[in-house]
Nanobody, 123 residues
Framework: QVQLVESGGGLVQPGGSLRLSCAAS????????ITWFRQAPGKEREGLLC????????GYADSVKGRFTISRDNAKNTVYLQMNSLKPEDTAVYYC????????????????WGQGTQVTVSS
């Protein structure tokens, strides 16, 4: 019954911005955390940012520090990933995942995943 649906991916030029959305159903963000991950072909899945209740945020990837921001709108049961100053190396499938209460950088800690949304950064 828990479902996560990512949206907002697409093609963007280097230096551009994109905002991804993760719409959650079957849960309340008061009690679940959401983490954004990404995976490029041939690379390991990489945890990016997590947000929990009370707008506590945790960053895992130095490669996106200062460029990516996570936020939540509990009324809409939606978490966002704002991506600025995009680089070609940001090209990947971006996923949101959820688990109860506590953020984790490890994908295996998460039981629910969205289907992913493709982000391509290219001229």
């Amino acid at each position: 019954q828990v479902q996560l649906v990512e949206s907002g991916g697409g093609l963007v030029q280097p230096g551009g911005s994109l905002r991804l959305s993760c719409a959650a159903s079957g849960l309340t963000l008061d009690y679940y955390v959401i983490t954004w991950f990404r995976q490029a072909p041939g690379k390991e899945r990489e945890g990016l940012l997590c947000i929990s209740s009370r707008d506590r945020m945790t960053g895992y990837a130095d490669s996106v520090k200062g460029r990516f921001t996570i936020s939540r709108d509990n009324a809409k049961n939606t978490v966002y990933l704002q991506m600025n100053s995009l680089k070609p190396e940001d090209t990947a499938v971006y996923y949101c995942a959820t688990r109860a209460y506590t953020c984790s950088r490890y994908g295996y800690d998460y039981g629910y995943w969205g289907q992913g949304t493709q982000v391509t950064v290219s001229s």
